[in-house]
Every structure is written in C-alpha cells, then in structure tokens.
Nanobody, 125 residues
Framework: QVQLVESGGGLVQAGASLRLSCVASERTSGNYAMGWFRQAPGKEREFVAAIRWSAGSTYYAESVKGRFTISRDNAKNTMYLQMNNLKPEDTAVYYC??????????????????WGQGTQVTVSS
C-alpha cells in the first residue's frame, strides 16, 4: 500500500505562484506515472498533469499548460507541481495519485490506484 502525502497549498492572490509537493512512502517504479488532480466545490475531480517516473516525460491538461510544471525528485520519492500565474478558477483541493498501470498517462480518476489526502489551493481575485 503506497501512501502519498501532499503539502504546499495555501491562499494566494491571482497571479501568484505556489509549489505543491507529494511524498511517496515507497519508490515509484520507473514505468508508472504519477499525477495531479484537482477538485473544486461542486465539481468532479479533474486531471491536471502527469509524469512518467523514470523518463520524466510529462502530460498536461489544456487548462494549465504553460502555467503549471510537473516534476519529480527520484532520490526523495517526491513529485512537485509548480503553479504560476494562478487564477481564481484554479481554486480546488489538489490530489496526487499513482497510476495503476504502466506505460501510459492516465487522465481518469479510475486510472489511478493510490491517492493522497489532498491540499487546498485558494486563489483570490
């Protein structure tokens, strides 16, 4: 059972930046992807970004492309989400997750097996 713990959320103004972190209790296998999702009040959880652990290749939702950057530190078993130029519509609880299958970028919540508890990001206008 992999445990994931997010941190780094907070309350910021529009245009500001935040960096989220996700620490995994176990080393992620190279061919699996790790991802970030978010869920705003009253909305379904949606895909944000994913990274294939060993290769470092990435995939983004269109809504965050060019503003958010996903990365990982193998030595620390940690994944990051650098969020720049934040907008009020980015307000949500952000979750990290590990894909249940290899060799893909899952974009559905059902593609992911392990989840963190979430960290709140609030962007004021």
């Amino acid at each position: 059972q992999v445990q994931l713990v997010e941190s780094g959320g907070g309350l910021v103004q529009a245009g500001a930046s935040l960096r989220l972190s996700c620490v995994a209790s176990e080393r992620t296998s190279g061919n699996y992807a790790m991802g970030w999702f978010r869920q705003a009040p009253g909305k379904e959880r949606e895909f944000v970004a994913a990274i294939r652990w060993s290769a470092g290749s990435t995939y983004y939702a269109e809504s965050v492309k060019g503003r958010f950057t996903i990365s990982r530190d193998n030595a620390k078993n940690t994944m990051y989400l650098q969020m720049n130029n934040l907008k009020p519509e980015d307000t949500a609880v952000y979750y990290c997750a590990q894909d249940r299958s290899q060799w893909r970028f899952g974009v559905r919540t059902t593609d992911y097996e392990y989840w963190g508890q979430g960290t709140q990001v609030t962007v004021s206008s």
